[in-house]
């Protein structure tokens, strides 16, 4: 860490405290601004928005800072109520995602104008759209930053609002006020379990500081108890299934730069959430955690991707898949919990810094999916892949940062995701130290979902990347699509140069990140990097070892030798040159035309077929009156009728039954009144 | 323990215990009757080559006549009668699919890790290789167990049935270098017998319903005061 | 690390690299000439696919209008990841630099990425055939990939180790052991080997039935060079999971030492090895007819269960405690 010691003496935690009070500040200026605006709507376009990337730049800043320092800092601010100020506290974890927020805000920043720019001469209000980004984003920064539970759920709940009025922002559509109003309500179930889960530590530590929660007494059955509130509360933001109904109904919804937001750092901001207290807080942990987490996590990432696989409408194939990632982190996370209630603290670690790693990572390759998408809802006005076709020649910038984002998503080497599935993996491969048969036995199969998961992560990608940017356009919009304007393409290729480099060189930034379990678990990572920069080495060189740096090198190099080699120094011997171009051979049948393609629904055919019992799948086939046939496919989620379709019918006869109390008459209502607060005094007595 | 300090003969069973534990999964996920038959025959064979195996390590001699005993038996004349029961009721070209295999493969592998979790606490550390015998055994009884409970047809019921059994007699012949011989020769008659009787039963069952589908066999419950 | 990256060890991995590379299409040949024996014809020459190499690589390429850049990328790339996917395997010697740049996971990840590429090129042109052949090589490939992970896995477990030169070398040192994981393992790799190489039950390399092929349905576009480089990698590729198989479950005659010695015995070891092995699959191609498509999947569960059972006797067999 050269770098470090060059740029001490201006590092320092008080300027990176600062530096994150200038993004709260910067995005609650946004915010005001928005709502100042009016009627002027180029405000949103050329000041709202481009604040946002500001605020990104000093929030990324301020965590890449204080995660080179290493230190924690803390103030209490004068707010609050006034037995209960506000605490601030920048350690490691905040700083690490303060800088995951930041990295994808920049590049929204970056987007936005050029994105919102649609919007001017539509009907739509600009005045919420930027006023509530910014107080989602104030939201999602406090959050991190808060060191106490009454902040922090103040917090919560403003980025839960402010982004429930964004998922509401095309309120035109019935279903999008539906997916708005579920996402508010489990919005409000997952803030009451996790308010629950406080109260249960406040009550042994006396106060709601983050301090005394950390040094609270508590009993093992209590310790439980909080645990699974928090888990259930943050597991119900992060989409873990079965409580994930809400997320692929509003991530898509939302204008595209507020879904790349929502998928790629709100759903982190649950994962802080419940790092900071399961990890923090709580920390007295038991293996049957680890074991729960890493299950739901094996459901969440093996169901989300079937899902994603049977969309064929892009946002919301992107959101399935968020569900599939989130639940990676939680099986990295489940891992580092069993390897640290067997007291394994360097490989709960690594687990650990696997899972903040994949946060990084999906915060980057999703956000940089979700523009893409908007990209192309931009420029086509299509979400809908069965009407894509060939969009890599009309929109080639686009095309080459969505197969970078494809490329990451799908966990493929020399890029960024393949680094932190394969930390995972090497944190599951070390499940033999551990005492317990059972849960040696339990971690490879879950290491075999794990990997399950990633291959057909690459089939729903392969199926995303060939049917919307290959091949032929499928309908008119698709084929006068046009380039996306700069700031677009700014916005993408930042996060794509960025999934790339965090492929190439993962030991800068496990460095950089080591902090984090070394603050929080008391134990880092130090052989990660021990081999030098070029290698990447987890546990010890002779364990494993992968290098980035030279993959790389060494695909570039025998690539570019052989394309050279073939088509200048061999071609020209043999006297052929160039390629010839003629029509597609496709086995002599007629010319190709663009509806003989395979679409998203026929290219998922087998999959479906082998993984139908997931689902539950309507397909018929009818034929019309002319002869001609129509193929009719409709997939639903078995969780809506096995869980959510019970419980709502539960709510609503226990309502019917409540609607007795509404008799119509004031004295009725007012004997009701004087009833409770008889009954509230004598309790209090 | 470790494995590169066994004897090579004591490896040698634990490779034959897995194949036995191998066996057992393509007999729950096995469609063709037929195939599963041939499943179960090498699955008796296997057995009985534990069993000789055993009696080579320990020099115990009663035990090659048990080992050649259950190769008579289980790897050829049942698998030989049910050849020709099968042939009778004309049941070469019958497949039976699970309704999701995958699911009840998945619970057979949840019963193994089970039944190796029931076994840690039960035998001494000292004795982890026949612990660990005892476990594959265990999930070998619980996985015939299994496909009785989730295969339809009758002669498959037959087959999980008696893989049961090898199950047991692979835990009796690792755990205590094997029974009594007159135990031994009275189980077999036993299991023979019911062999037999099965034959007896499954061409009786197919005379009255017209199938071998367990299934069917529903419509025998007392229906309360409302039948004729 | 250090004393891994010295100048003879990277000469040697390049050598060997070029090895891979070299004796791809002899590898080929010599399977085809088996089961043309097996069938009572004489066959053709063991230097035929050399010759149809050379004749591809003569020959213009022509390619469709409707192909974007990516087509004509996507062979370099599927070539160079999979070529860089065999170099990381150990063939005549252990303990090479490639092996630490690159463990299984990376080996894995390198062969995954070759196929993603491999798919995406079948799309490019916008044929149905193209389409088909994508949606069923990835079905395969999704299947197949964790059986793969976990064949490895359990030997990784084995020698706490996901380098494959620590692998062999810890088998090595080990003795003749029979261990029921590597067993298992040993039957799920082989059947991944033959679905991901595209051979018969699973795939047939020489079908011309266009509603029955996989691999070759993506690459009915190619012609001239590209196809040869397509080509090329897919017989790296069985050579790699040929060399896999052998070396790393009868890894005996393997090289340990950089001495010329060391380097021809292990030459001749795995020649050797790979021809009986391919001799082997010849006679399984012959006895065998090729499955429907929708028994593909039947066929890689029975994989991965075999893979997992690998694991699992692992925990249960061989660890105790």
């Keep these: 860490m050269s770098l470090t010691t060059l740029l001490t003496p201006t590092l320092s935690m008080d300027t990176a405290l600062h530096l994150a009070g200038l993004a709260v500040v910067l995005a609650l200026l946004s915010a005001v601004v928005s709502l100042a605006a009016g009627r002027a709507r180029w405000v949103l376009r050329r000041v709202a928005t481009p604040l946002l990337g500001c605020v990104g730049l000093a929030a990324l800043a301020a965590g890449v800072m204080a995660l080179l320092v290493g230190e924690v800092v803390s103030v209490t601010l004068p707010l609050g109520l006034p037995w209960l100020p506000w605490h601030i506290r920048l350690d490691a974890l905040s700083a690490f995602f303060l800088a995951v927020i930041g990295v994808v805000t920049c590049a929204v920043g970056l987007y936005g104008p050029s994105y919102v720019r649609g919007f001017e001469y539509g009907k739509d209000s600009l005045t919420a759209l930027g006023g509530f980004s910014g107080l989602f984003l104030t939201g999602m920064l406090l959050v991190v930053l808060a060191d106490d539970a009454f902040l922090f759920m103040v917090a919560w709940e403003l980025m839960s609002l402010s982004s429930y009025f964004l998922v509401a922002f095309h309120h035109e559509h019935a279903e999008n006020r539906r997916a708005a109003f579920l996402y508010l309500l489990m919005a409000h179930v997952g803030g009451l379990m996790i308010l629950l889960a406080y109260g249960v530590l406040a009550a042994f530590g006396d106060s709601f500081a983050f301090v005394d929660l950390r040094a609270a007494p508590v009993p093992a059955v209590w310790a439980g108890v909080a645990f699974a509130l928090a888990f259930v509360g943050f597991g119900m933001k992060a989409g873990l299934v079965p409580l994930h109904a809400w997320l692929p109904e509003a991530h898509p919804v939302a204008p595209s730069h507020i879904s790349a937001l929502m998928s790629g750092v709100m759903l982190k901001v649950a994962v802080y959430g419940f790092i900071r207290v399961c990890f923090d807080l709580i920390g007295q942990i038991q293996w049957q955690w680890g074991v729960v987490v890493l299950a739901i996590g094996c459901l969440s990432a093996l169901f989300g991707v079937l899902a994603a696989l049977m969309q064929t409408d892009l946002k919301r194939l992107l959101a399935y898949s968020s569900v599939e990632n989130l639940g990676i982190i939680f099986i990295a996370l489940g891992l580092s919990l069993v390897f640290l209630s067997a007291d394994f603290t360097e490989l709960g670690a690594l687990a650990f810094v696997a899972a903040l790693y994949h946060c990084l990572n999906h915060a980057l390759f999703k956000g940089l999916l979700f523009l893409g998408a908007g990209t192309i809802l931009h420029s086509t006005h299509e979400r809908d892949l069965d009407q894509m076709g060939g969009l890599l020649r009309r929109m080639p910038w686009t095309g080459l940062f969505f197969l970078v984002g494809v490329l990451s998503i799908s966990a493929l080497p020399p890029f960024n995701g393949f680094v932190s599935e394969w930390l995972t993996f090497q944190a599951a491969l070390q499940a033999w130290q551990l005492d317990s048969g059972v849960l040696r036995s339990l971690i490879p199969i879950a290491s075999a979902v794990l990997a399950l998961t990633g291959a057909l992560v690459a089939v729903t990608f392969v199926k995303v990347y060939g049917i919307a940017f290959l091949g032929q356009a499928r309908s008119r919009h698709v084929r006068r699509a046009h380039r996306a304007p700069w700031g677009m393409l700014a916005g993408q290729g930042l996060l794509a140069v960025l999934c790339l480099a965090l492929g190439v060189l993962p030991t800068w930034i496990i460095g950089l990140i080591d902090a984090v379990p070394r603050q929080v678990l008391g134990d880092g990572l130090p052989h990660a990097g021990a081999s030098g920069w070029l290698w990447l080495t987890p546990v010890s060189p002779q364990t494993a070892s992968y290098s980035g740096p030279l993959v790389v090198l060494m695909l570039a190099g025998i690539g570019l030798t052989a394309f050279w080699g073939l088509n200048h120094l061999w071609a020209k011997g043999a006297a052929v040159r160039w390629v010839r171009r003629g029509d597609a051979w496709d086995c002599g049948f007629a010319p190709p035309s663009s509806r003989m393609q395979y679409t998203a629904t026929a290219f998922a055919q087998p999959i479906r077929r082998v993984f139908g019992m997931v689902f539950h799948i309507e397909e018929s086939v009818t034929t019309q009156e002319d002869g001609s046939t129509r193929h009719r496919l409709r997939i639903s989620d078995r969780f809506w009728g096995v869980l959510y379709l019970p419980i709502a019918r539960a709510v609503e006869s226990s309502a019917r039954r409540v609607v007795r109390l509404q008799s119509g008459n004031v004295r009725v209502y007012l004997g009701w009144t004087l009833a409770t607060l008889v009954g509230l005094l004598w309790i209090i007595t | ?228 | 690390m250090g004393d891994l990256l010295t100048a003879p060890g990277w000469g040697i991995a390049v050598f060997q690299s070029l090895l891979y590379v070299a004796l791809a299409p002899l590898l080929v040949g010599w399977l085809r000439k088996v089961k043309a024996r097996l069938q009572n014809r004489r066959g053709p020459s063991l230097l035929q696919p050399y010759r149809d190499l050379y004749k591809l690589l003569a020959k213009e390429a022509r390619v469709a209008h409707t192909a974007s850049p990516l087509f004509r990328a996507a062979p370099y790339i599927v070539f160079t990841a999979t070529w860089m996917a065999a170099a990381t395997v150990p063939l005549l010697v252990v303990d090479l630099p490639t092996a630490a740049i690159a463990d299984i996971i990376v080996l894995v990840g390198l062969l995954a990425l070759a196929r993603v590429f491999l798919a995406l090129a079948g799309m490019d042109v916008g044929t149905a055939f193209g389409g088909m052949g994508a949606s069923r090589e990835m079905l395969i490939g999704a299947l197949a990939e964790p059986a793969m992970l976990m064949a490895v896995f359990t030997l990784a477990m084995t020698a706490h180790s996901t380098n494959l030169s620590s692998v062999i070398d810890h088998h090595l040192s080990d003795g003749f052991v029979l261990r029921p994981s590597y067993l298992f393992a040993l039957g799920g790799l082989v059947l991944v080997a033959i679905a991901e190489t595209g051979r018969i039950p699973v795939d047939n390399p020489t079908t011309h039935l266009e509603l029955t092929m996989v691999h070759e349905a993506m690459l009915l576009e190619y012609s001239g060079r590209h196809l040869a480089l397509m080509e090329w990698a897919a017989q790296v590729k069985l050579l790699l999971y040929g060399t896999l198989i052998v070396n790393v479950f009868f890894p005996w005659g393997i090289g340990q030492g950089w001495s010329p010695a060391a380097l021809g015995l292990g030459l001749a070891a795995v020649v050797g090895k790979l021809a009986v092995l391919a001799a082997a699959l010849a006679v399984g191609e012959t006895v065998l007819a090729k499955m429907r498509l929708f028994r593909a999947p039947a066929f890689l569960n029975l994989a991965l269960l075999l893979s997992l059972l690998g694991l699992l006797s692992h925990v249960i067999l061989e660890v105790g405690a």
């Design chain 2, 1 to 228: 323990m470790n494995l590169t300090l066994l004897p090579l003969l004591q490896q040698l069973l634990l490779v034959l215990a897995a194949i036995v534990l191998f066996l057992s999964f393509v007999l729950l996920a096995q469609v063709r009757l037929i195939s599963a038959i041939h499943a179960f025959a090498w699955q008796g064979a296997l057995v009985a080559a534990v069993t000789a195996v055993v009696a080579a390590t320990g020099q115990v001699h009663h035990l090659y006549f048990s080992a050649a005993l259950t190769l008579a038996l289980k790897a050829l004349l049942i698998p030989w009668m049910l050849h020709r029961l099968i042939r009778q009721l004309e049941l070469e070209r019958h497949t039976e699919s699970l309704q999701s295999p995958a699911l009840v493969t998945m619970g057979a592998v949840a019963l193994v890790i089970f039944s190796y979790w029931l076994v840690l606490p039960m035998i001494h550390a000292e004795m982890t290789f026949t612990r660990n015998i005892i476990a594959i055994s265990l999930s070998v009884v619980l996985i015939g167990l299994l496909m009785m409970v989730f295969r339809t047809q009758a002669v498959a019921q037959v087959l999980g049935f008696m893989s049961m059994e090898n199950g047991l007699f692979l835990a009796a012949v690792s755990a205590t270098d094997g029974m009594p011989l007159v135990v031994e020769l009275g189980v077999a008659f036993d299991v023979l017998v019911a062999m037999v009787l099965f034959g007896v039963f499954f061409l009786q069952l197919r005379d009255s319903i017209d199938s071998l589908d367990v299934d069917r066999l529903n419509r025998l419950r007392e229906t309360g005061g409302d039948s004729q």
